[in-house]
């Protein structure tokens, strides 16, 4: 479920036609302060650049050249200078200031180093390999400074600069979630080789460090001197010698309160002021199909709901009924919802979000099949959450009458209601945005922050639809010989299912909503820095980023940077939240499956183990491939709580490293038309809420499992497969 691929494109050339170049400016910052002794040591100025190792103010990003003393959770505060990191070539200097708020950096940032000369990467532990970034000769080391333990990592050369090897970046990243309010130590080695064939070299602070004579000069080394030498303590007792280190630093990672935190503070926000029924909801328009008519009786005898319309007519082969209208939420933006909106944050520097006194009002469309308007019973509500950049009210659940759907084919099958809205930050009317911040990424909250309030809006949603639909005696279902019953059963605990963004994104807003019992979250991920560069959906973005900022070491550093804005939704922080550690109030007893299709080019399957690791989720086996630090469990079904999935559409694979791959295979669309993935999901969703892949094996290519089946994907809704049985029986 992408976007018009070729329209965005041209949106981004021309913005690349009407950019200009220019530069930024730098400013003073002038010592005393305290160093980590606390005494007052006049340190001169600190905008002077301080490169821990490499070349160029930004490398090593990140490290404690960039954070001082502060009485925060953690102990420190991001220090930025703008003039250190890359301005764009239109002359747009990088704000520093959201930065400079946190007590951390994200606990999955990217470590970013521009080496001193370019490195023969045979000896990294890149991600076909991440167990020997553990092992006594790594060239690359990092280590928990609480606990001395290593932590497992991947260690990758920048593909996007293999034509410029003297602005190659080599890219660390932590193989799962570093913690929050974590000191680690990143250290290179002497096995870490030029193509010369010799060991990196030692920047001169760092061998004064080392030699433990003299002192460095530059103010920022100078004030976190006794921490710089105690990394050198660290890496030598987790097994790296001191004559050994090449480079070493540390980093101090953000708070919850700080990551996580403002999403659980809008959400508890938000929850006091919609309370169990929700606020709003206008109806718009009304589209039956004249064949299903006869199933909801007061839908003619009674007015219409005000400024409602009527459309009778046939309307897509897996919808009888849709409804489309606004429901209200409360207004945690700064500007409602104009583009350049940001979070409604408290004046006071707190990572908190201050609701508006106002509303505001959020698109909405909800679909039942003919099944939903047959069935003796009401179902429950389904939350349904659309892919990336995409519209529930342009596309999706408004599909039109000949466009196959896969999301309204299974809830046809299964006799569902679904409802959803437009994913507020990643949705078709945010493209501009995108673009923008693609060319300034300084712009970058304009759309994480929407992406937070994106997730609670549908709390609001669901409470509304429940209180305003589902109670509407309007919309009472009389299926033929039986009781009158409402259009859904509030009491019950809600479904959701989403594809793409809607599983990325959609894990996220599992994990803050309450009311949530089962969720299918499709082909999803975590850690947007690492999927920005290995994802065919960022490739329009991709061609912008190259014309604001063309030095490709410049881009990993502004990558690397916005991970701190994309923490604040990112699905890897919230993983933990949907199964493992629920919030308060959360329905008990909760199943959540993500199923993944394997050589997926949107979505890369590093991505979705990181995404696992962080769930404390079950790989079901046998998978097509296992992932490091994730179990595996062959039970068939499987009874557990949280799951991953592989199913295998035969469409390929990519090379491992940081390169987008060079077109779609569309694996990431095959697996969802599949019959038997039907059959496995409403099987989760709508029967007994186990996980079992077997329905595949009568057409898998061998029988066994894993799943790997062909599938065409249809162009019209008359190439969709036939209909199952949903949810299905259950298997033997």
């Not at 993500?594 to 046998?622: C, H, K, N």
């Not at 940081?658 to 059959?679: F, I, K």
């Amino acid at each position: 479920m992408a976007a018009n691929w070729s329209v965005l494109r041209s949106v981004a050339m021309a913005m690349l036609a009407g950019l200009a170049s220019g530069c930024g400016s730098a400013g003073d910052v002038v010592g005393p302060l305290k160093t980590d002794a606390s005494a007052e040591v006049d340190l001169g100025p600190l905008n002077e650049c301080a490169p821990v190792f490499g070349a160029g103010c930004a490398s090593v990003w990140p490290s404690f050249v960039f954070q001082k003393a502060a009485k925060t959770a953690t102990g420190v505060q991001n220090d930025l200078m703008p003039q250190w990191f890359p301005a764009s070539a239109a002359g747009k200097a990088f704000d520093v200031a959201a930065h400079n708020l946190r007590d951390g950096v994200s606990p999955v940032s990217p470590v970013v180093i521009l080496p001193p000369k370019p490195i023969d990467p045979k000896n990294l532990a890149d991600e076909t390999k991440p167990e020997a970034s553990l092992a006594a000769d790594s060239p690359t080391w990092m280590v928990d400074a609480a606990s001395g333990q290593r932590i497992r990592h991947i260690a990758e050369l920048d593909l996007n600069a293999a034509a410029k090897p003297d602005r190659q970046a080599l890219i660390l990243r932590p193989y799962a979630p570093l913690g929050f309010g974590k000191i680690i130590v990143v250290g290179l080695s002497d096995k870490l080789l030029g193509k010369d064939g010799k060991p990196m070299p030692r920047a001169p602070d760092f061998d004064v460090v080392v030699q433990g004579k003299g002192q460095p000069k530059n103010g920022r080394l100078l004030r976190s001197l006794a921490q710089w030498k105690q990394d050198t303590v660290a890496l030598e007792k987790a097994g790296l010698p001191r004559a050994n280190q090449v480079a070493a630093w540390h980093l101090t990672t953000a708070s919850a309160a700080w990551v996580t935190g403002p999403a659980v503070d809008l959400r508890d926000r938000a929850l006091a002021k919609v309370g169990a029924k929700g606020l709003g909801l206008q109806i718009q328009s009304i589209e039956v199909d004249p064949a299903y008519l006869a199933a909801l009786p007061s839908l003619q005898a009674t007015p219409l709901p005000a400024g409602a319309t009527l459309i009778v007519a046939a309307i897509h082969p897996d919808i009888a009924l849709r409804i489309k209208g606004l429901f209200e939420l409360p207004d945690g933006m700064a500007q409602g919802q104009a583009p350049e909106s940001t979070l409604n944050w408290l004046p006071d520097g707190a990572p908190k979000v201050a609701l508006q006194t106002k509303t505001t009002w959020r698109p909405f469309a909800l679909t039942a099949g003919p099944k939903a308007l047959q069935r003796p019973d009401a179902p429950p509500l389904t939350l349904y959450g659309h892919g990336f950049l995409r519209s529930v009210c342009a596309e999706d659940l408004c599909v039109k009458p000949n466009q196959p759907d896969a999301a309204s084919r299974i809830f046809a099958g299964s006799g569902a209601v679904a409802v959803g809205t437009d994913w507020w930050g990643l949705s078709g009317a945010e493209i501009g945005i995108a673009l923008g911040i693609s060319a300034d990424f300084s712009q970058a909250p304009r759309l994480t922050e929407k992406l937070v309030h994106g997730a609670v809006s549908f709390i609001a949603l669901s409470r509304a639809v429940q209180t305003h639909i589902g109670g509407d005696p309007r919309f009472v279902v009389s299926p033929v010989g039986q009781p009158a019953r409402p259009l859904t059963d509030g009491k019950q605990p809600l479904r959701y299912t989403g594809n793409s963004l809607g599983g990325i994104m959609g894990t996220t807003m599992v994990a803050l909503h309450p009311d949530i019992g089962r969720a299918v979250l499709n082909v999803a991920g975590g850690v947007w820095s690492t999927m920005m560069n290995r994802s065919s959906n960022f490739a329009p973005f991709l061609m912008v980023v190259a014309g604001q900022y063309p030095d490709p070491f410049d881009q990993q550093v502004l990558f690397a940077l916005m991970q701190t804005h994309w923490d604040l939704s990112d699905p890897v922080h919230f993983a933990p939240l949907v199964v493992q550690a629920p919030l308060p109030g959360t329905v008990a007893g909760r199943v959540a499956l993500w199923p993944i299709s394997w050589g997926d080019s949107q979505v890369p399957a590093l991505a979705s183990s990181f995404l696992a690791r962080a769930a404390g989720a079950t790989l079901l086996g046998p998978p097509v491939a296992g992932w490091v630090a994730v179990p595996t469990d062959e039970s068939q079904p499987f009874a557990g709580k949280a799951a991953f999935v592989q199913w295998d559409s035969l469409r390929g694979t990519h090379p491992p490293g940081n390169l987008a791959p060079d077109g779609d295979n569309e694996s990431h669309y095959a697996t969802r038309w599949m019959p038997e993935y039907w059959q496995m999901v409403a099987r989760v969703l709508y029967g007994d809420g186990q996980v079992d892949q077997r329905y595949c094996l009568g057409r898998d290519t061998d029988g066994k499992l894993p799943c790997s089946l062909k599938q065409e994907i249809p162009k019209v809704a008359k190439e969709m497969a036939p209909l199952v049985e949903l949810p299905p029986k259950a298997l033997p």
